[in-house]
């Protein structure tokens, strides 16, 4: 018998982004359905944090045309906190520090006290519960308490900025079986996650079992193919496609 379509979990259909009347990104499309982790690759430079942020509804990233759907819905006019509410969450690159605001207030504020030590413990960060969210955080604990806060905040659809960037080689191991585990664990409403997910360094495709890469360059998705297969082409011949 046939299976019904699946509705895609995030799917960006010619996106435009400009920075102040400047276009960054260019015509992309991107289909990611439920129970997929894609992985973003390309140059210093190329749009990849600027499309993560767009998604996410951060100014002054501005999506100029196209459109972009959450589980069907457009919501391309959506504001961050819609776009949040809807099930989209951002691991950032370079996340600011929020003084006076306690990892234990934030996980409150999220309603998520009952799993902060579970997740924390996760990623090795639970001496850090009761300091100021992202406040004089190491480069590596930055990025794994980024990983433990999307689990707090349970979103369907998940996007990390450079994950493994500045994380110690044995904790990156820690950080993709931390977003392993966040993709196997269906959202509290019961939903596969979708992720995708920026890595410089291809660290990260030792331990996440990605489903598709995409190279970036120049605001253009110009190849898309095996995550590792793509990876290592690239180290062998750097970021221009050999077709
Ligand atoms: P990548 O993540 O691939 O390294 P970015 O998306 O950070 O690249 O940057 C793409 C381009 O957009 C770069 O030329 C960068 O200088 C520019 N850019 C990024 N953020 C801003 C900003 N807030 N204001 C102006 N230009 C920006
Ligand atoms: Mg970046």
Redesign the pocket.
């Known amino acids: 018998m046939p299976q019904p379509p699946t509705t895609p979990a995030l799917s960006l259909n010619n996106i435009n982004i400009s920075?102040?009347g400047?276009e960054?990104?260019h015509d992309i499309n991107l289909t990611i359905n439920p129970g997929e982790c894609h992985i973003l690759i390309?140059?210093?430079?190329?749009?990849?944090?600027?499309?993560?942020?767009a998604i996410m509804g951060i100014k002054?990233?501005t999506i100029t045309s196209g459109t972009i759907l959450l589980n069907g819905v457009d919501i391309t006019t959506y504001g961050i906190t819609d776009r949040a509410r809807a099930g989209l969450g951002l691991a950032f690159?370079r996340p600011i520090g929020l003084e006076g605001v306690s990892v234990r207030r934030l996980a409150h504020a999220l309603g998520a006290t009952h799993r902060l030590e579970t997740a924390a413990h996760r990623l090795g960060v639970d001496y850090l519960i009761d300091r100021d969210v992202n406040t004089g955080f190491s480069g590596g604990e930055l990025k794994r308490w980024e990983v433990a806060k999307l689990e707090l905040q349970d979103p369907q659809v998940c996007l990390f900025?450079?994950p493994e960037s500045g994380v110690d080689l044995q904790q990156v191991g820690v950080v993709s079986t931390a977003i392993n585990h966040l993709m196997s664990t269906p959202t509290a409403s019961g939903k596969h996650r979708a992720a995708l997910a920026?890595t410089?360094t291809g660290f990260l495709l030792d331990g996440v079992d990605a489903t598709a890469g995409h190279l970036?360059v120049d605001?253009r998705i110009i190849e898309t193919a095996n995550p590792r297969d793509l990876f290592e082409r690239i180290r062998r011949t750097g970021y221009v496609p050999t077709a």
């Open positions: 920075i102040a400047k960054i990104c390309g140059p210093n430079g190329s749009g990849k944090s600027t499309l993560l942020c002054p990233f690159q900025d450079e920026i410089h970036m605001g």
